[in-house]
């Protein structure tokens, strides 16, 4: 005869002794160094935040963290290599809303699945992207720009730091939006597109603002507006693209902190704690600034959110122009 009451004991008895050992190392961790894979090349502004964090976050911690660099295929290296490494809370990555969203359209053969392979910790911080514009250009705003561009389709060209960047995609983000014709000009790296503009050679560029405040300020390129739904602390005058003639265009440069699907909740709880207290730092904020950067935060919940409704956004944009990597 079928013990209901047994049965519900022996099945509590066995998931207490499942869940026992998972609730003690959690209790316990860390209790050596923690990797945090960054996927980006050393010495850019990414990689300079996560080494403004790691001293700060290993005092949170107790433990060593240690940054390896681990660039190539839009992010999709470090996000493979993170994604293949134990789910025990000793190996992070810090990525970008690329690598996490654009790139599952961008590459057919991708490695990794990011809803699936990852556990989302926090969000980390934003690298806001600004258009500008050669002096010359009769357009000082957004809805300017859309004008000529649909006066003289393909007449005008915007660079880009490459195919499939974040500044890429975004400019596609404004020509969807805006229903203009604006030709794409692929460049290795933000600096050549800057220098483009600034010749013009192309009329437009997509940037971060940080690296083009200079010629901003000193007349060798006009500001647009800002991609982010909000105007930057790092350039408050500069007003947004929704502001300036495009209502609703939102593009942000966002990079997170997830660990491999698997981690246990409590270690993911443990590290947005200590994640998110490092970044409200005031010291934090000002070095991040100083590095072009907006530190970000969130709850594991919202980061998934938010990855899961960008990752459709940019299917779409992908989809729609025909954006291919190089």
């Known amino acids: 005869m079928f013990d209901r009451r047994h049965a519900l004991r022996t099945i509590g008895a066995a998931t207490l002794a499942a869940v026992l050992p998972l609730a003690a190392s959690a209790a316990a961790y860390p209790d050596r160094a923690i990797r945090l894979i960054v996927t980006f090349p050393a010495g850019g502004s990414s990689d300079a935040a996560a080494r403004i964090v790691a001293p700060q976050l290993a005092e949170q911690l107790g433990q060593p963290v240690i940054v390896e660099n681990r660039p190539g295929a839009g992010g999709g290296v470090g996000l493979d290599a993170a994604a293949k490494s134990p789910a025990d809370g000793y190996t992070l990555v810090l990525a970008s ?17 990011p ?23 009769a357009a000082n705003d957004a809805a300017g720009v859309a004008r000529l561009a649909k006066a003289e ?78 105007r930057s602390a ?19 440069g966002w990079f997170a902190i997830l660990a491999p699907a698997g981690t246990p909740a409590p270690v993911v709880a443990r590290l947005n704690e200590a994640i998110v207290a490092v970044l409200q730092h005031q010291e934090t904020r000002e070095r991040f600034a100083a590095a072009g950067l907006e530190p970000l935060t969130s709850t594991p919940d919202a980061l998934r959110e938010l990855m899961r409704s960008e990752t459709q956004k940019w299917a779409k944009v992908i989809r729609d122009s025909g954006a291919k990597v190089d």
């Open 97 to 113: 809303a690329g690598g996490l969203t654009a790139n599952p359209t961008l590459y057919p053969n991708l490695g990794y699945a």
């Open 234 to 252: 790092l350039a408050p005058e500069i007003p947004t693209l929704a502001e300036s003639g495009v209502p609703g265009y939102e593009a942000v």
């Open 153 to 230: 389709p393909d007449r005008l060209s915007y660079g880009s730091g490459g195919n499939g960047t974040a500044m890429h995609l975004s400019g596609e983000l404004f020509k969807s939006m805006t229903g203009s014709k604006i030709q794409h000009i692929p460049y290795r790296g933000s600096a050549p597109a800057v220098l483009a503009a600034m010749s013009g050679e192309t009329q437009l560029a997509i940037a971060d603002i940080a690296s083009v405040k200079q010629q901003l300020t000193g007349g060798k390129l006009k500001a647009i507006g800002v991609l982010g739904p909000q």
């Open 115 to 137: 809803e699936r392979d990852f556990a989302p910790i926090t969000l980390f911080g934003t690298s806001p992207l600004v258009l500008v514009a050669n002096p010359a250009l």
